[in-house]
């Protein structure tokens, strides 16, 4: 009687110690498993939404640029010609845009080609990267596209 009773306070000890340290890493790993498939997806998420905006801010500015040239009967010069006007430009009735609109999500000055690739003229977002080329939200925007 004596080994059987010492055998079941060594098991009600055992029981009564708690965790192991295998088991309490292999907790530990999976929190921080989830913790950055969780980052992953709302910091990933934000340059999508970046990528969204820059696309319809994008087309918002080509509206702009098609009401700059009926207004004047020519393309804007460069980008900023929406803002102020430049010289003696006939029938200019702006500001078209706002300062503030001629950057991109990222803080990147947007670039006015003209002619544009199979348009009169192109707006472009170098995307996250500040870059051009680049693929994902690294990629270029272009408002033709």
């Known amino acids: 009687m004596n080994n059987a009773s010492r055998l079941r306070r060594q098991v009600a000890a055992r029981a009564q110690a708690g965790f ?3 088991e309490i890493l292999i ?3 999976l929190i921080a498993l989830i913790a950055g498939m969780v980052a992953n997806q ?7 939404a970046k990528v969204k905006m820059a696309v319809s801010q994008l087309a918002s500015l080509s509206g702009k640029i098609e009401q700059y040239e009926m207004d004047t009967g020519s393309l804007p010069n460069n980008i900023n010609d929406l803002v102020r006007e430049s010289g003696s430009t006939k029938g ?7 300062e503030s609109e001629l950057k991109d999500p990222w803080n990147t000055p947007i670039e006015m080609r003209v002619p544009g690739e199979n348009a009169p003229f192109a707006l472009i977002s170098l995307g996250a990267d500040r870059k051009s ?3 994902g939200v690294d990629a270029d925007i272009n408002s033709n596209d």
């Open 92 to 98: 200019w009735l702006g500001p078209y845009s706002k």
């Open 133 to 135: 080329g680049g693929t």
């Open 20 to 22: 192991s340290l295998i």
């Open 42 to 48: 709302v910091f990933g998420g934000q340059d999508r």
């Open 27 to 29: 907790v530990v790993a």
